[in-house]
Every structure is written in C-alpha cells, then in structure tokens.
T-cell receptor, first 115, second 114 residues
C-alpha cells in the first residue's frame, strides 16, 4: 500500500515551453502533497506544500508564478513549470501525506531537462 | 534554525560488514525522525521512523536505528551489508509532531564492496 506515482518519469523540453508533472496517490487519499527539487548529489529541497482544494504554500525563494501547483483532488497534484529555462533542469519529487499513519510517501521522481 | 546533520557524505563497507550511517539533529524538543533510502533515479523509500515510542526502531531490509536523546543522534545500522544496500540514505526530521515540513540531511552514499 501507500504508492505514489509520478508522470512523466522524464521529460526534455525546449526553453520557453511549459511542462506539467503529475503526482498521484494510487491507493490512499492525500489531503496534503509536497513538491521537492533535488539537484545532483544534493539533498531534497521543499518547494511547496499542496493542500487539496486550497492554494499551495510556497517556500521562501520559490516563484509561485513559475511553479504552478494545483491539487484538484484527494489523489492528484500537478506541478507546472512555466516558461522553463535550462536552470530549471532538475529532479522533481513529490510526496503524499497519509493522515492515517502521518507518513510521507514519495513518488519516483521526474527528471526535467530544459534545452 | 533546526537542522539535520549526516556525518560522512560517502561510506564504503565490505559485503557482510556492519553498516553505520550517522545522523544528528538539533532540537531541544525531540522531533520525529526518519531514514529514507534513494536508489539512482528513483524517489525516496521510507526505511523507518521514530515517533517518540520505542527508542530502538526496526525498519525494512534489516535496518534499525536508535534514538539517543543525550547525544541528539539517530544513527542507522545494519549488521551485515548486502550489495543491494548500495544507495543514498537520507536522515530527516520534522519539528512539531507532524509529517509536514521535513528537514533533510545532505545524504550519505553507501557503497558496498564485494
């Protein structure tokens, strides 16, 4: 149980385009999901907290207009990187919080490369 | 500010040897503590968590960790390393008793030599 999926697993796009990444909790409902960014050989950096039915809470220094987060249902949160640039290339990981066990379960990550 | 420190960015052990990955937290109030494992190009998998119950926590794949308040430590151990244990390990903590706002250590890469 407690499986989180992400789609796509990797994406390559041209500079200036937008990319949408989906995060789904497959076998549980998640009122809260988190989006992280991980640079090579570094730890995870929390970007934002996504709550179903409300606006996401962004961490300091994260541009909310660039990284649009929508948590439309209890099993789906999306991260849209708008007008992507090469410096946005990174590994993006989502997690979903189960209220039942108060534990975050992580998705497999999405590798974004912006050319 | 609260923080999680992992000593040693890279640990190498021989197959069958003891694995010890170190983690220290900074807080006057014992937080919840977690160990996650990350295989290349994958997300994080929860190994174990401490939530103020038993100080010795057993996790998956034969790993365990002991919470020591006096040392503000939560080191991860496994008696006998297996080749499949080679991965990146992250210690994390949350402050306030909820799972939100995890603070991660910088990670320790474990290599296992045959």
């Amino acid at each position: 149980g407690a499986v989180v999926s992400q789609h796509p697993s990797w994406v390559i796009c041209k500079s200036g385009t937008s990319v949408k990444i989906e995060c789904r909790s497959l076998d549980f409902q998640a009122t809260t999901m988190f989006w992280y960014r991980q640079f090579p050989k570094q730890s995870l950096m929390l970007m934002a907290t996504s709550n179903e039915g409300s606006k996401a809470t962004y961490e300091q220094g994260v541009e909310k207009d660039k990284f649009l987060i929508n948590h439309a249902s209890l099993t789906l949160s999306t991260l849209t990187v708008t007008s992507a640039h090469p410096e946005d290339s990174s590994f993006y990981i989502c997690s979903a919080l189960t209220g039942r066990t108060d534990t975050q379960y992580f998705g497999p990550g999405t590798r974004l490369t912006v050319l | 500010a609260q923080s999680v420190t992992q000593l040693g960015s890279h640990v190498s052990v021989s197959e069958g040897a003891l694995v010890l990955l170190r983690c220290n937290y900074s807080s006057s109030v014992p937080p919840y503590l977690f160990w996650y494992v990350q295989y290349p190009n994958q997300g994080l998998q929860l190994l174990l968590k401490y939530t103020s119950a038993a100080t010795l926590v057993k996790g998956i794949n034969g790993f365990e960790a002991e919470f020591k308040k006096s040392e503000t430590s939560f080191h991860l151990t496994k008696p006998s390393a297996h080749m499949s244990d080679a991965a990146e390990y992250f210690c994390a903590s949350n402050y306030g008793g909820s799972q939100g706002n995890l603070i991660f250590g910088k990670g320790t890469k474990l290599s296992v030599k045959p």
